[in-house]
T-cell receptor, first 115, second 111 residues
Framework: GAVVSQHPSRVICKSGTSVKIECRSL??????MFWYRQFPKQSLMLMAT?????????EQGVEKDKFLINHASLTLSTLTVTSAHPEDSSFYIC???????????FGQGTRLTVV | GEDVEQSLFLSVREGDSSVINCTYTDSSSTYLYWYKQEPGAGLQLLTYIFSNMDMKQDQRLTVLLNKKDKHLSLRIADTQTGDSAIYFCAESSSGTYKYIFGTGTRLKVLA
């Protein structure tokens, strides 16, 4: 199946700093990528839909100025958590679709810890 | 909005069958999926079913879909300790790969 690579897998940052997470489709082009967030022992919640070449579409309650999404190419979307706080500590996971399959392909996830 | 519910916990003995249930509200769901998540890890797609199907079997896994009741189940035959994980159902609507995930069921397999 298609491969989606997410980097880094783990990151620890200080409160107030920004962190960038990358999501790459390695062997296919993805016009759309999705970013999810998973708090400990909870389900995955869709944060935003990342559209190549246009602005991301954010779900209700997700601050677009805090979670900056850039989808500059057909194989890369980035999520930047700006001015991170401990409550932003979570598991962030992306998915991408080629438009040709029945399912989206998920990255391995990034565990963000803000101290 | 759409809602996908699962029971939180299930405990079974090794060798028994496990049945994990899921209910959803979105009648426009096209595909329904089952994912497995082990501690600290990402998602592993187990199987999926198209909304016009009633059943799908894949080795130890059997998916049943009752579209009228909006009920989906995953049966794992001969459950093993390696099956211990959290299982998520998810649904998507036609033309989109945007997933709505269920609340997750933590399966514990007792040796």
């Amino acid at each position: 199946g298609a491969v989606v690579s997410q980097h880094p897998s783990r990151v620890i940052c200080k409160s107030g700093t920004s962190v960038k997470i990358e999501c790459r489709s390695l062997d296919f082009q993805a016009t759309t990528m999705f970013w999810y967030r998973q708090f400990p022992k909870q389900s995955l919640m869709l944060m935003a839909t990342s559209n190549e070449g246009s602005k991301a579409t954010y779900e209700q309650g997700v601050e677009k100025d805090k979670f900056l999404i850039n989808h500059a190419s057909l194989t890369l979307s980035t999520l930047t958590v700006t001015s991170a706080h401990p409550e932003d500590s979570s598991f962030y996971i992306c998915s991408a679709d080629s438009g040709l399959n029945t399912e989206a392909f998920f990255g391995q996830g990034t565990r963000l810890t803000v101290v | 909005g759409e809602d996908v519910e699962q029971s939180l916990f299930l405990s079974v003995r090794e060798g028994d069958s496990s049945v994990i249930n899921c209910t959803y509200t979105d009648s426009s769901s096209t595909y329904l999926y089952w994912y497995k998540q082990e501690p600290g890890a990402g998602l592993q797609l187990l199987t999926y079913i198209f909304s016009n199907m009633d059943m799908k079997q894949d080795q130890r896994l059997t998916v049943l879909l009752n579209k009228k009741d909006k009920h989906l189940s995953l049966r794992i035959a001969d459950t093993q300790t390696g099956d211990s994980a959290i299982y998520f159902c998810a649904e998507s609507s036609s033309g989109t790969y945007k997933y709505i995930f269920g609340t997750g069921t933590r399966l514990k397999v007792l040796a």
